[in-house]
């Protein structure tokens, strides 16, 4: 049975869901509030540029979205967090911006820079950036603000915005190297790419010429 983009693309989705699941927490325990989420920020970019590495499409990243939304609402479930309530609702919110920031820098910047890792550190990092700084417009979609820093109305988010884009400047090239890994070894579905193309050396994203 040969593997498919699909599946594989579901799995990214299946590690970036356990990665919020279970380091999350960890990190939590760890840090403050602002400082966890703006990690998590940063990290979430590994899954979101091995996805599109791996298929520059709209649809891996919507499927990887779906799959660590949908196991961010089962942890709830077992843990007996209100789905309603920040502790769901925010991270879910969070990744809607993270996957819509860095599918509207990658378009922008798909012909402006040169060289993979340089375009993929600058794409990470500026999908973080406007990640971060769009996330308190979570209290006009859940009705609950984002969390400040004390004694101010500064959000957290911006605070710790440097948090998410450096860490955000290193996971995207490594997502991406991996993403270009694996897409070397597989048959692109027609779902999601074209059968019979192979991926191009240069650039971001990955380039598929016709065949």
Not at 11 to 31: D, N, Q, R, V, Y
Not at 151 to 173: C, E, F, Q
């Amino acid at each position: 049975m040969k593997k498919t983009t699909a599946f594989t693309i579901i799995g990214i989705g299946t590690l970036w869901g356990l990665t919020e699941t279970t380091i999350g927490p960890l990190i939590k325990t760890a840090c403050s509030t602002g400082q966890s989420g703006s990690i998590l920020t940063g990290v979430s970019f590994l899954f979101i540029a091995m996805a599109y590495a791996l298929c520059p499409q709209a649809m891996s990243l919507l499927i990887i979205l779906l799959v660590t939304a949908l196991m961010k609402m089962a942890s709830g479930l077992i843990f007996g967090i209100p789905l309603a309530g920040g502790g769901i609702s925010h991270p879910i919110f969070a990744y809607v911006t993270e996957v819509g920031a860095f599918m509207l820098i990658a378009t922008l910047m798909r012909r402006v820079m040169s060289g993979p890792v340089l375009g993929a550190s600058m794409t990470g990092a500026s999908s973080a950036a406007l990640a971060a700084f769009s996330f308190p417009l979570v209290k006009f979609c859940t009705g609950i603000a984002g969390c400040v820093m004390a004694g101010t109305s500064i959000p957290t988010a911006y605070y710790y915005a440097y948090y998410a884009v450096g860490i955000a400047t290193i996971t995207a090239p490594m997502g991406q190297w991996m993403g270009v890994k694996i897409s070397d070894r597989l048959v692109h579905t027609p779902l999601l790419c074209d059968r019979g193309r192979e991926p191009t050396e240069g650039g971001w994203p990955r380039k598929y010429p016709k065949a």
